[in-house]
């Protein structure tokens, strides 16, 4: 093949077509050739037909001729022959990792693809559907006609992942006809059938000017749809057909135009939709069925996740569908979905497909995710379907709640009268239980998906379905009673006059209340050991997400408001003061019996920071008189709260500190601040003033208060706002001292080191950005320390065994995080010089010098000689890494000529590095630190210098990348970029690269068009400076340049 490709020029055209048909008649004379030599003379074929459409030595259209009278001779073993030419061919053309390496420029391999797209795809598409059309009308197929069937399949599946470019306008109607039949025929060989189904999933993703109007895309929607359905209809779905199936639909109302899509017949669409919510209930029953019987392979689960996506896609358009238009198709799905996780006779949770129970019990992994987690994309989609048919889906999660509270109520008064009566018995049948707390598990979650969403970083707003529904019914709504219901959580709503004439919603919310109400009367009565951690999460995980949203809401970001809301729970209503206390108990309750079970203490006071974090519910929170119990106790470290977790506590912490900033009057917030915060600063300094703490420093009493305590100040640093910055600040300063002592104290000491470091990180992510000068000066300075000792502590020291390097990656990686945020600074500073500080510090700092820049390059030289090439194999590590070196580039290009010769040559290393031997995400940091590097360079003038030198290093570097080397697209501009500075800086050695170049080309055409090329890349900044408008222009031509000749010198 490459001798062939080597000599073409000297051949003649006889003698390679020659060549082409003895290579063809070989492998057509010898059926039994081993696999491996077929594919490789076919593929030298097929090289041979690429390499003559440069010259037009080559036609493939003859070989296209031979390849169709193959297919027609009826022989399996010469169609089979066939395909491997047409798979060759394809693999050839692909201009991709498939494409032989023959010693010709990429831009031939691109133009031969573009050539091959609009003129012979088609071709190779057709003689495909052709076999399929012959093989689809075919009675019986044997073995080998089976194995050819699969191959063809496998061969449309390839040619359809292509583009085809226009004037490829394909007839598609018929091949749609031959596929859906295709599919019937074979659907029970279940290999064959995922080869079929994945050619329909192409199908039914074409879209481009594949079509030549609108019309032809409707035209061909509706023929898909019909063929589609009659497929799908009167079978039953195999599981090897699921996940295609469910594909074919998704891509069908993702890619095709909503307009086209409701362009085409309306009882073909009626039945297109009722088709997709039977296929998503009986997809919802056996992914259900799949996780009771644990299987590895959820294809239904898949499948029904894909289905669940296209529904969010339908419902959340309305501008193509009335109100109401798929509330008949929600409610289908809501109650399949309901009814799949609930417990029978209700349901059919942990039913086996004939009606038997499953499992007793079912065994959680520990390392299993949360159900809210991990469904939690269903639960959405099944949240949004639910509010759509609110009026079905409220009133029907209530009604089940309700009943299951009842239940539990029941069956945990039995069980406490069976333990009184007989307390050493221990023959209780806990089955009931455990289903009602698996019931009330899932009825929690959809509640609260139906409820609100799940906002990260946005204000949370009552969805508008919601708030539309509960407006809607105002009117038939008696606001003392929905209130009554509200706040009697022990009491059975039913047995509240007139219950019926309550808010759906706030009833809804009782329900969850009363489950709430239930776990604590269970509390009370010694009866925790029957309680599920699991349920007491989701009321705890529900609670916070109502209250992010419905909780004192604001009214100014809604156009109407609905009247049982605002006076349910908004602003100076009776009903917000409750149920923040009722809260509140909750909280405390939980982290005083839970204590052990992380996860749940954990969400509790996730709740509770919900309850602090904006400032007008901390003010109804600090009224409660258990708030200041919480916070003593908390202070006093006495049981159960010292026993919380670390992540716990530091959280807790935050809460306090938050809630410390609601509105009280100076003397009642100094109390707060003594009661929290002095307690903690006392206690630690008791702790590290012994006189034998060097001693003491290792026992684990002494070791938990150090790091409770470190906790707690990452807590504290999280809980910064801009106006409680100055307090915060000046509290935690006076701890980052002592914690530089502890770092010599727990030196050998990884996890309390690396804790240390933490807190420092903490403080600079959270208060950096609000701090003036003088008050940055102070970070800076406890940060240098802060490195020196560890320095002190780390040169030198041998770490042999893997757990050394893992403990060695934990603290550089919050090394660098601590200097990246150190130089955040300086692109986000919200500080008015100290303004914010005044009043809170007399003085200020006179004649420091200590500036972020010497604290990060200190950090860096501390970092560089620490990072070996096996660290940076650590993604994370590697990424973290590169952010910082390009930050210091931007932010202080002037310091880099200045570092020392070992560190200065070390950064460079790096950045080569990153540029040749790293990931396209760390070569493009390189190349944006590499940009202001040659500013620098240019400003200073100083040609003799080690970066002046090392620049033109990298100037050779860029332009081999940009010229000669295949890289990513998405870097061309930062490239493109740095390369404009480096010939800005170094005029005379760009030219000399050019020439070098042109000199080496010895094809003329080749030698002119880059000549040309290079000529109207510097045209457009002559002479270039660093200039702007100049460096823009370039940029322009860059990207004419790299269309032109961007593939003319890399070789493949």
Excluded at 611 to 636: D, M, P, T
Excluded at 783 to 796: H, M, P
Excluded at 1004 to 1019: E, G, H, M, S
């Amino acid at each position: 093949m490459e001798a062939v490709v080597r000599e073409w020029i000297l051949l003649e055209k006889g003698s390679i077509e020659s060549l082409r048909t003895f290579l063809l008649t070989y492998v057509l004379q010898r059926p039994n050739l081993q696999k491996y030599v077929r594919e490789q003379i076919l593929l030298a074929v097929a090289v041979i037909v690429k390499r003559g459409s440069l010259d037009k030595s080559i036609d493939c259209k003859s070989i296209f001729h031979e390849v169709s009278q193959l297919i027609s001779s009826g022989n399996p073993t010469v169609q089979t022959l066939a395909c491997s030419i047409l798979t060759a061919l394809l693999s050839e053309f692909s201009s991709s990792s498939k494409t032989s390496n023959i010693g010709l420029s990429m831009e031939f391999h691109g133009n031969c693809k573009r050539v091959f797209q609009e003129e012979d795809l088609r071709q190779i598409f057709m003689l495909t559907v052709e076999v399929l059309q012959e093989f689809s009308r075919r009675e019986n197929l044997n073995a080998q006609m089976s194995s050819v069937f699969q191959r063809y399949l496998a061969l449309a599946n390839q040619v359809l992942s292509w583009n085809f470019l226009p004037p490829n306008y394909i007839l598609l109607t018929t091949e749609l006809c031959v596929d859906n039949k295709v599919h019937r025929k074979i659907r029970e060989d279940s290999d064959m059938a995922q080869d079929s189904l994945q050619c329909l999933a192409q199908l039914a993703s074409l879209h481009g000017p594949i079509f030549p109007d609108e019309g032809s895309q409707v035209d061909y929607l509706a023929h898909f749809i019909e063929g589609l359905l009659n497929t799908i209809n009167g079978i039953e779905i195999e599981d090897s057909e699921a996940v295609g199936i469910s594909s074919i639909i998704s891509n069908l109302i993702t890619v095709f135009p909503r307009n086209v899509l409701t362009a085409i017949p309306n009882e073909l669409f009626s039945s297109f939709v009722n088709c997709l919510t039977h296929l998503t209930c009986s997809f919802g029953r056996s992914a259900a069925l799949e996780e009771v019987l644990d299987k590895d392979d959820m294809v239904y689960m898949e499948a029904y996740d894909k289905l669940l996506e296209s529904w969010l896609t339908l419902v959340q358009d309305d501008k193509h569908f009335h109100k109401g238009f798929f509330t008949q198709h929600a409610v289908q799905v809501f109650n399949s979905y309901i009814q799949c996780h609930l417990a029978a006779p209700d349901g059919t949770r942990n039913l086996t497909a004939n009606g038997v129970a499953s499992r007793e019990e079912e065994e959680i992994s520990e390392l299993q995710e949360d159900d809210r987690d991990q469904f939690s994309d269903q639960l959405a989609s099944v949240g949004m379907l639910g509010r759509i048919a609110a009026e079905h889906c409220i009133p029907l999660l209530t009604s089940l709640l309700e009943e299951r509270v009842t239940r539990l109520h029941g069956q945990l008064q039995r069980h406490q009268q069976q333990l009184l009566a007989s307390p050493g018995s221990s023959t209780l049948d806990n089955k009931m239980l455990d289903d009602l707390y698996e019931d009330i598990h899932w009825l929690i979650l959809v509640t609260g998906y139906l409820l609100a969403d799940d906002t990260q970083g946005e204000t949370p707003l009552i969805p508008p379905e919601i708030m539309e529904y509960s407006i809607k019914h105002s009117s038939e709504v008696d606001i003392n009673t929905t209130l009554q219901i509200l706040g009697s959580p022990g009491e059975k709503a039913s047995s509240i006059p007139g219950y019926n004439r309550t808010d759906s919603v706030i009833r809804l919310l009782s329900a969850v209340l009363r489950v709430s109400e239930v776990e604590s009367r269970a509390i009370r009565a010694d009866l925790t050991h029957l309680l599920s951690p699991q349920m007491g999460k989701d009321i705890v995980w529900f609670l916070k997400r109502w209250a992010k949203t419905y909780l004192l809401v604001d009214e100014k970001l809604y156009d109407q408001i609905s009247l049982p809301f605002s006076t349910a729970f908004g602003a100076d209503t009776e009903g917000s003061q409750w149920i923040i206390g009722y809260l509140l108990q909750k909280v405390i309750s939980n982290l005083s019996v839970w204590s052990s079970e992380q996860d749940l203490a954990n969400d509790t006071v996730q709740l509770l920071v919900t309850l602090v974090e904006r400032r007008e519910r901390a003010n109804l929170v600090i009224q409660c008189e258990n708030w200041w119990n919480l916070a003593k106790q908390f202070a006093s470290r006495s049981p159960p709260l010292n026993f919380l977790s670390s992540p716990v506590q530091r959280t807790l912490m935050k809460a306090l500190v938050l809630g410390g900033f609601a509105h009280m009057d100076t003397e009642t917030k100094q109390q707060y601040w003594t009661e929290v915060l002095q307690p903690l600063q006392q206690r630690f300094l008791r702790v590290i003033n012994q006189e034998n703490f060097q001693q003491m420093c290792q026992q684990e009493e002494v070791k938990q208060e150090i790091t409770a305590t470190l906790e707690a100040l990452c807590g504290i640093a999280e809980a910064t706002q801009i106006d409680n910055v100055a307090i915060l600040f000046n509290f935690l300063m006076d701890f980052l001292t002592n914690c530089i002592g502890l770092m010599e104290v727990y030196k050998n000491t990884p996890e309390t080191v690396n804790l240390i470091i933490e807190v420092f990180v903490e403080v600079a992510h959270k208060q950096i950005c609000y701090l003036g000068e003088s008050k940055a000066m102070n970070l800076y300075e406890a940060c240098l320390t802060l490195l020196q000792v560890y320095s002190k502590n780390n040169l030198g020291r041998q770490r042999i065994d893997v757990t050394a390097e893992e403990e060695q990656y934990q603290d550089l990686l919050l090394i660098m995080e601590l200097l990246t945020n150190l130089l955040s600074k300086e692109f986000i500073d919200f500080s008015d010089t100290d303004e914010v500080f005044r009043g809170h510090e007399p003085g200020q700092a006179a004649n420091r010098s200590v500036s972020a820049a010497d604290v990060v390059l200190y950090g860096v030289n501390l970092i560089l000689p620490l990072m070996s090439q096996d660290l940076l194999k650590f993604p994370t590590l590697c990424n973290q890494y590169y952010k910082l070196i390009t930050f210091i580039c931007e932010i202080f290009p002037e310091k880099i000529p200045q570092l020392p010769e070992d560190l200065f040559k070390s950064l460079m290393y790096s950045l080569e590095l990153g540029m040749t031997s790293m990931s396209s995400e760390v070569c493009q940091l390189c190349l944006e630190a590499l940009t202001p590097l040659a500013e620098q360079c240019a400003k200073a003038q100083e040609t003799d210098s080690p970066l002046f030198l090392a620049t033109r290093h990298f100037l050779k570097l860029v332009f081999d990348m940009l010229v000669l080397q295949k890289h990513n697209t998405e870097m061309t501009t930062a490239a493109g970029e740095a390369f404009y500075t480096l010939v800005c800086l170094h005029q005379a050695e760009y030219s000399e690269l050019v020439e070098t170049l042109l000199s080496s080309q010895q094809d003329p055409v080749i030698y002119q068009r880059l000549a040309d090329a290079f000529n109207k890349l510097t045209a457009s900044s002559t002479p270039p400076t660093l200039d702007r408008k100049q460096k823009m222009a370039f940029l322009k031509s860059l990207e004419e340049f790299m269309a032109n000749v961007g593939g003319l010198l890399c070789v493949k």
